[in-house]
């Protein structure tokens, strides 16, 4: 059975929707603030967080960034906030998906399903990708780690598979409607956004200077490319 970390200090929120999930076969724990579900989620083994972005003593925010430093897996961050500022945050803070409320029960399961089942592919796809090295960047699939001159890199799991998937098609261009649906697979939010925190993140991580960016190339009008 997967298990599910729901941190939400609405207890009327969190027992509506640890109800859908439990319907649907899923082992729900819940955390009523920040630093409890952040205690947790570091201590526990889960398939997947509910993180909501407005929590007493540590934010949705902070609990994410604090996740990320240890561990690799999805997080969907959900909030009464829909401002463009607040989404870009949490998914360049590490977030997989951004969910704003209200919304239906049915939905949250059915992005609960796709991200687990996504991830899931990805770690267990290891058999059929190879180690990609060129100009001091090393991206090795079965470890899921990228090392830049030797020196390591910590990548989240969307940042990893679409630098992965871009240097795996060298000098080719993709579109960012392309790179979402190859990589999100799921409307979860509008494409450009969601690509450009991301590859704004993968090069903060891999580049001395992000302005003449040595790997991912921004293709003007048509999408990125990896400089093969």
């Known amino acids: 059975m997967k298990s599910i ?8 929120i969190s027992e509506l929707q640890r109800d859908y999930l439990e319907i649907n076969g899923y082992q729900v724990d819940m ?3 920040g630093e ?20 007493p003593k540590l934010s949705g925010f902070d609990v994410c960034k604090k996740i990320r430093e240890k561990k690799n897996i999805p997080i969907l961050m959900v909030s009464s906030r829909s401002e463009d500022i607040d989404i870009i945050r949490g998914l360049g803070l590490g977030a997989d998906d951004y969910m704003t409320k209200p919304f239906k029960p049915g939905e949250l399961v059915a992005r609960v399903k796709a991200h687990i089942a996504r991830y899931e ?10 180690e990609i090295q060129i100009r ?3 991206i090795n699939p079965d470890t899921r780690k990228v090392f830049v001159n030797e020196e390591e890199t910590v990548l ?21 409607t392309h790179l979402f649906e190859r990589i999100w697979g799921i ?13 704004r ?13 040595t790997y991912v190339e921004t293709v003007w009008g048509a999408g990125y490319r990896f400089k093969g």
């Open 5 to 12: 970390l729901l941190i939400e200090d609405d207890i009327t």
């Open 136 to 138: 001091g960047l090393l």
């Open 31 to 33: 955390a009523a603030d």
């Open 36 to 55: 409890t579900g952040l205690r947790m989620s570091l201590a526990g083994s889960y398939d997947l967080i509910i993180l909501d972005l407005m929590l």
């Open 201 to 213: 993140k993968i090069r903060e991580k891999t580049e001395s200077n992000c302005a003449e960016p």
């Open 156 to 176: 989240t799991t969307k940042e990893f598979d679409l630098l992965y998937f871009l240097a795996s098609h060298p000098d080719k261009v993709f579109s960012k």
């Open 121 to 130: 592919r990805l770690v267990g796809a290891k058999d059929v990708k190879n």
């Open 187 to 199: 409307d979860a939010l509008g494409d450009m956004q969601t690509v450009t925190v991301h590859i």
